[in-house]
């Protein structure tokens, strides 16, 4: 067994710190990656040698810099679903999602170009990154922030738009990253995305309500993302609740192990006794997979 001290050290600007920023925030000032190299120096000089960083969070900046409404319009989260399902939601307000009707555009070279500073910042730090691609917000309904919308967008990554999505901004990523591997512990797939699997969360905003996402196609997407991140020769990790989630599709599960056991996978399991119920942190043997690291920890 071994350790290495991390921190979430997630944003500056939760889901706009790389690139031109939602339209109605674009006066606000770039990121200051040499105040970033700064903070991370000192944190080193206390023992840090991990950092997880949030890149696309709950979606706030998807398409990056320019409006969702240039690619989705807007509706009710349950329009597809059944009218029986539909009947379990009593909310106090309906929910909305961006129901995508063109592909996303990749990530601009300003939004690259900040990532690239981001590796930069870490190396000259000593730090190594764990992006994370996406966290759970982002497939849970919409919410407004000020003048721009968070989350509800998860037809932007899931079934067909899966591989479009991953074309256009995993990838260019990657290619950042590949140029600097020394900087990069693993790449995240995504944070915590369990949460919009179980049923009747967010109960004080929309009621009882079924899964907000399908398993087998947010499985499928945990899937292919790891998949693409190995490919490139870097290490891939996913940052669960639980390490051993009933929800994950057999040939997810499977395709995780395989990677794994290559050294192109690491799981990763988040502790908040608080919201599991379990108090003590289990040991690694009893992960599924392995190796394991504890990304988060109340």
Known sequence: MTFALGINFPWVTC???FGPR???WAGAPRTDWAEVERELRELAADGLRIA?????????????????ETVARRAPFLEPWPAWKRRLVRPPRMPERWVLERPLPRVPDAFLEDLDALLFACAAAGVRLVPSLVSFELMLPLEAQG????????SFVLGDAMHPFLDATLEPMLDVAAGR?????AFEVANEPGWPLVPGWERDRYGAHP?????????AFLEEGARRIARRGLTATVGFLDPDPPWLAPSARATLSRLADAGRYVHQRHHYPSVTGVSALPPADASPIRPIWLGELA
Do not use: F, K
């Open 15 to 17: 889901g706009h710190d």
């Open 22 to 24: 939602p339209p109605p």
């Open 52 to 68: 997880r960083w949030w890149i696309l969070a709950g979606g706030v900046n998807l398409p990056v810099g320019a409006q969702p």
């Open 147 to 154: 003048e721009v919308t968070s989350r509800g967008r998860d």
């Open 181 to 185: 591997p020394e900087a990069i512990a």
């Open 211 to 219: 899964p907000w996402v399908d398993p087998y196609a947010l499985s």
